[in-house]
């Protein structure tokens, strides 16, 4: 279901890209999303044609086709995202979610894009990796005046070229995108059978710092954080990738963290097609099981998902497959416990030893923990507790899926006998 | 004067029988002027005001007696709990050290914060101990016959009216109002500690201990929350034995400055200051 959300009846504006007071009752409606489960795009029906991504716990925003314009309408603001079930953020976003919809177009098409900024402060967006005009880069201050606070501006280019990008504010933007403020802008070929594909995902790596019971990112944090995140949700809230076997699969994952994330995925090998700076030529692929997402980098990575199972897709810094943790404690590694907690139930009747044979336990127990706090390990799997948190999710080929089933097929029925066996 | 005969009826018609109740405030004061008083000459003595002044004011150190021992008893659990906290950081702290996690300068930081606090203690014990003992010395009875109860009672969620002072000379008003405003203060105090800050302390502990359910903070940093929640007890137990300390003074002031149908001195009911009020 789709909310409305009038639009603002703002004074004229200044400035060469304000939208003017005539032109206001002309801009789309915002669209707003359902919830913050994978919603997958429908095929389009006007303009050109194309196969749309399907955004990992997000959406695709609809757009109006103007004569030859196709136009887009995002609303900077404050929003609450639901990170895992039992832990809701306080971000800043675009259209009611962080990250915003997915923009999708197709090479040659002319986009006007209207931005809404409801914030409390000025922002601009940026087009992450296009080629446009130096008065559409949404740098603020260098290539235009910034959106003031209750303002539409308008940004008009044409997609010159097929790809994978993102946008983001270029305004106070350390802040901006600490608090989730991204999307996805993808950029199909003119020519649909260029670069095809059966699948194609596509998420935004981000991180954020939120104390345990709190809401809110703490914005000046640079390399602390504990909510590793794709598409601002963490394990086990990050919906699964799945493909029929034999499909060819893309997924495309762009880095707006502070640092860069080596994804790894099992059981296949794959290769870079496509960077934000456009496709990769095929004589410069070569295949790999793990890449690298630099900051401020895309990465689309391709490959035929010929083994059935549930295979292990995260990021392999093993803390970022972590929940939130304390930094500095005490480590209690291998250390005797046991001796002293009687002694200890006198004084906290909830005392229970922790973490002495590795953290692994804290995986299994469901612990009472702080308010709106996620575990730092948490899931279980068909063979017991997955102990996982943050960048994790599992990619999950099946025989005869239908080719728009995006439904999640359960645990993988292993084949007898091929199971790892004690001996 | 007529205020010093009450007095010494309520002491005289003592039957001498040991109360079966835990010892209140008003019991400690019938037999600790049995111990001093009646034995010591005849009765009508106390009739003279210099006997009648100083009898007054050994009801008011008896009874300040007894609420710095019950206090006393009541610290003293708690004592023993902050030195418990202090105690396991130091085993913890020796658990780390042995499984190769801590070095020998951090163990040797909780050992010398254990040390410390502990010979620290040691006084404040010490002082508890005498506390119970002087009343124990004031009644003529051993320690542990004292009966003691738990706790004092709650301090009264509203302070007292300020008495009626305008019919007294000016010496007297001054010393029954500067009484009252010891009293209120007290009252605040102990309220604070009572209505707010012990049980912040005890939530603290709480959420601490979710924290540490989530391996977000370390034991060590549990057992300093445990220690700070005991500590403010500690402070609360103080500031309520000061509330009824202000109490017995304020009425202390009144008695001697007012007629004496105006306040008995052993009047029963709801300033006793005893837990569960028995009388
Ligand atoms: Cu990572």
Redesign the pocket.
């Known amino acids: 279901m789709l909310s409305r959300r009038n639009l603002l009846t703002g004074a004229a504006l200044l400035g060469a890209a304000a939208v003017s007071r005539a032109s206001l009752s002309a801009i789309p409606e915002a669209a707003y999303p359902a919830g913050p489960r994978t919603q997958v795009p429908p095929l389009p029906t006007t303009g050109r044609p194309f196969h749309p991504v399907v955004t990992l716990n997000g959406w695709s925003a609809p757009w109006t086709m103007n004569g030859e314009w196709k136009e887009f309408h995002l609303v900077a603001e404050p929003v609450e995202r639901q990170i895992a079930p039992g832990m809701r953020a306080k971000l800043w976003g675009y259209n009611g979610q962080s990250p915003g919809p997915t923009i999708e177009g197709v090479e040659g098409d002319k986009v006007r894009i209207f931005v809404t900024n409801k914030l409390a402060e000025p922002t601009t967006v940026h087009w992450h990796g296009m080629i446009l005009p130096n008065g559409m880069d949404g740098v603020g201050g260098l290539t235009q005046p910034y959106i003031p606070v209750g303002k539409t501006f308008v940004y008009e280019f044409e997609l010159v070229k097929s790809g994978t990008f993102m946008y983001h504010p270029h305004a106070d933007e350390m802040v901006q995108m600490a608090m989730g403020m991204m999307g996805l802008f993808i950029v199909h070929p003119r020519d649909p059978a260029e670069h095809r594909v059966d699948r194609d995902y596509a998420f935004l ?1 981000n991180a954020y710092d939120i104390a345990p019971g709190a809401s809110t990112p703490s914005v000046a944090t640079m390399t602390d954080f504990n909510l ?1 995140s794709w598409n601002s949700r963490v394990f086990p809230g990050i919906d699964v990738p799945v493909a029929g076997q034999g499909e060819r699969v893309r997924i495309r994952m762009g880095n707006l963290s502070m ?5 790894h995925l099992h059981g296949h090998s794959f290769e870079v097609t496509c960077t934000d700076g456009g496709w990769v030529r095929e004589s410069a692929r070569w295949p790999e099981v793990t890449t690298d997402v630099p900051v401020g980098a895309m990465r689309a990575v391709e490959f035929v998902a010929e083994n059935e199972g549930d295979w292990a897709f995260h ?3 093993s803390h ?1 497959t972590m929940g939130p943790m304390g930094h500095g404690t005490a480590n209690m590694i291998g250390a005797r416990q046991d001796h002293l907690e009687e002694r200890m139930i006198k004084l906290v009747p909830d005392f229970m030893v922790m973490g002495n044979h590795g953290m692994g336990d804290m995986g299994e127990m469901e612990m009472p923990l702080p308010d709106n706090t996620l575990p730092m390990m948490t899931g279980s799997g068909p063979f017991g507790a997955l102990a996982m948190g943050g ?1 994790f999710t599992v990619f999950k080929v099946r025989k005869g899926l239908g080719p728009r089933d995006f439904t999640d097929p359960g645990w993988y029925t292993q084949p007898a006998g091929t199971t790892a066996r004690e001996v | 004067m007529r205020r010093h005969a009450i007095i010494l009826g309520f002491a005289l018609c003592l039957t001498g029988i040991a109360p079966a109740h835990a010892l209140t405030a008003d019991d400690a004061v019938r037999i600790a002027l049995r111990k001093h008083i009646a034995p010591t000459g005849p009765i009508h003595d106390a009739a003279e005001p210099d006997v009648a002044a100083a009898m007054t004011e050994f009801v008011e150190d008896v009874r300040g007696a007894w609420f710095r021992a019950v206090a006393a008893r009541q610290a003293l659990a708690l004592l023993d709990e902050v030195r418990e906290t202090l105690d396991l950081s130091a085993e913890f702290a020796q658990s780390l050290r042995d499984a190769g996690n801590l070095s020998a300068l951090d163990l040797m930081r909780h050992q010398v914060l254990q040390a410390e606090t502990t010979a620290g203690l040691a006084v404040l014990r010490a002082d508890l101990q005498i506390e119970q003992e002087r009343l124990a010395h004031l009644v003529g009875m051993a320690l542990s016959d004292l009966g003691l109860p738990d706790k004092l009672a709650d301090v009264p969620p509203s302070p007292a009216a300020a008495p009626p002072t305008a019919s007294l000379p000016p010496e007297a008003q001054w010393s029954v109002r500067t009484a009252h405003l010891k009293y209120l203060a007290a009252h605040e105090r102990a309220r604070a500690y009572a209505a707010t800050i012990v049980p912040l302390r005890r939530k603290i502990t709480e959420e601490t201990t979710l924290r540490f359910n989530g391996m977000l903070v370390d034991i060590f940093a549990l057992l300093a929350d445990v220690r700070e929640q005991a500590s403010a007890s500690l402070t609360a137990i103080e500031a309520e034995r000061d509330f009824w300390l202000a109490e017995n003074a304020l009425r202390y002031a009144e008695v001697v400055s007012h007629e004496p149908q105006a306040a008995p001195v052993l009047a029963p009911g709801a300033r006793s200051g005893a837990a569960g009020g028995g009388h």
């Open positions: 790596i590793w640092t860069s994330h080596p994804i990021c392999h810094k970022h960048m």
